[in-house]
């Protein structure tokens, strides 16, 4: 069964900080990099963070910094652990395989993160 779940969002005030988690099948973590994505009102859906099977990690300019990615392969899991919020953070966050996906591909429902000034 495919499952990507995530969960951890809520509101924060900028310049907090908050830890994003997703819970995977094994189908999709146990031969991909993963990733973090987001996607905010108004705009495309964008790659955050991703992290390879051997924990080689990459980030978005706009998050470098402020952000780590991290997976633990014995329990199919990765987090996100965000530092330093800015509103501008706002956005739905979900976790996918790192590479070429699609809206045809499999979504979780993501979380949502909303950062106040």
């Known amino acids: 069964q495919v499952r990507l779940v995530e969960s951890g969002g809520g509101l924060v005030q900028a310049g907090g900080s908050m830890t994003l988690s997703c819970e995977a099948s094994?189908?999709?973590?146990?031969?991909?990099?993963m990733a973090w994505y987001r996607q905010a009102p108004g705009k495309e859906r964008e790659l955050v963070a991703g992290i390879t099977i051997d924990g080689v990690t990459n980030y978005a300019d706009s998050v470098k910094g402020r952000f780590t990615i991290s997976r633990d392969n014995a329990k199919n899991t990765v987090s996100l652990q965000m530092n330093s919020l800015k509103p501008e953070d706002t956005a739905k966050y979900y976790c996918?395989?790192?590479?070429?996906?699609?809206?045809?591909?499999?979504w979780g429902q993501g979380t949502r993160v909303t950062v106040s000034s």
């Open positions: 094994e189908s999709i973590f146990r031969r991909n990099p």
């Open positions: 996918n395989k790192w590479g070429t996906v699609t809206m045809y591909d499999y």
